[in-house]
T-cell receptor, first 115, second 111 residues
Framework: DTGVSQDPRHKITKRGQNVTFRCDPISEHNRLYWYRQTLGQGPEFLTYFQNEAQLEKSRLLSDRFSAERPKGSFSTLEIQRTEQGDSAMYLC?????????????FGPGTRLLVL | LAKTTQPISMDSYEGQEVNITCSHNNIATNDYITWYQQFPSQGPRFIIQGYKTKVTNEVASLFIPADRKSSTLSLPRVSLSDTAVYYCLVGPAEGYNKLIFGAGTRLAVHP
């Protein structure tokens, strides 16, 4: 169990560019979540996968955002035409369906800065 | 999901016991209370979870009164490394659960 990993850890981009983040959950964790966190606030839910199926998306996830989990393992979060308001920490978490107390384990996050 | 209220910030000194109280007046029957810890530039880390009475692990204790409308996270003998943001959340422990975080409590431990 190596924990949830995210790549890259930091990303600086110019407004209007596309960015993609990757999350590798803990192996055998079939639930995967994306959250966004801005400075001084707690994380906010973006979207949720069970295996490869995206089962819920927050209204925070505008049309410029897309997330995938093609084989039910790693996941990617893409932001198209980035805006300065997209600057935040993007967190990924995973959990295992069926655990008695299903704890979400978070990765270290990807910090995005849009100039 | 039930909303939680906790102090914005707290200060303590090394070696002291710290108690952070969280209010959750609208907690549902099947909701558990979970606490996460977050250091700067890191993701939240699960600390402890409970349903009623008292739960203790190697890191903290969680006290939950009979009415479950509040809970208290107790950190014994804090050190500088316990300086972090602590989040109280309520929600079902089993099944899909999108976590709803508040702003948390910023704990500063001083030498």
């Amino acid at each position: 169990d190596t924990g949830v990993s995210q790549d890259p850890r930091h990303k600086i981009t110019k407004r209007g560019q596309n960015v993609t983040f990757r999350c590798d959950p803990i192996s055998e964790h079939n639930r995967l979540y994306w959250y966004r966190q801005t400075l001084g606030q707690g994380p906010e839910f973006l979207t949720y996968f069970q295996n490869e199926a995206q089962l819920e998306k927050s209204r925070l996830l505008s049309d410029r955002f897309s997330a995938e989990r093609p084989k039910g393992s790693f996941s990617t979060l893409e932001i198209q035409r980035t805006e300065q308001g997209d600057s935040a920490m993007y967190l990924c978490a995973s959990s295992r369906l069926g655990d008695a107390q299903e704890t979400q384990y978070f990765g270290p996050g990807t910090r995005l800065l849009v100039l | 999901l039930a909303k939680t209220t906790q102090p914005i910030s707290m200060d303590s000194y090394e070696g002291q016991e710290v108690n952070i109280t969280c209010s959750h007046n609208n907690i549902a029957t099947n909701d558990y209370i979970t606490w996460y810890q977050q250091f700067p530039s890191q993701g939240p880390r699960f600390i402890i979870q409970g349903y009623k009475t008292k739960v203790t692990n190697e890191v903290a204790s969680l006290f939950i009164p009979a009415d479950r409308k509040s809970s208290t996270l107790s950190l014994p003998r804090v050190s500088l490394s316990d300086t972090a943001v602590y989040y109280c959340l309520v929600g079902p422990a089993e099944g899909y659960n999108k976590l709803i975080f508040g702003a948390g409590t910023r704990l500063a431990v001083h030498p």
